[in-house]
């Protein structure tokens, strides 16, 4: 099991320490890229849309936690010596939790 990583009063802050140990750890020709940030939206359904789903009596779900794509942007070799652009996303949650991670090919 890693370490985790350390506690920081701005979330923004702990969430890119998340993805860069999850870059680390997958792609480490990435490991020293500074990422750029995005706050990701998340959609929800007001009551009128829940209804007309048939999801009557529930209510919208609130969005409680903030997400964050950090974007990580660098270049690797390919077997054959050619430079190929390598770049991944990795999106945390405020619970310092991976969403998503994806990387070009």
Known sequence: MGRRPRTSADPVAAARDVARAEVARRWPELAGVEPTVAPRARAVLSA?????AGAIGLAPAASA?????????????TPEGY????????????QRRVVKATTSK
């Open 48 to 52: 009128a849309e829940l209804e007309r």
């Open 65 to 77: 936690s903030a997400e964050y794509t950090f974007t990580f942007t660098g270049h690797t070799h």
């Open 83 to 94: 430079t190929m652009p390598r770049i991944a996303r990795i999106t945390v949650d405020s």
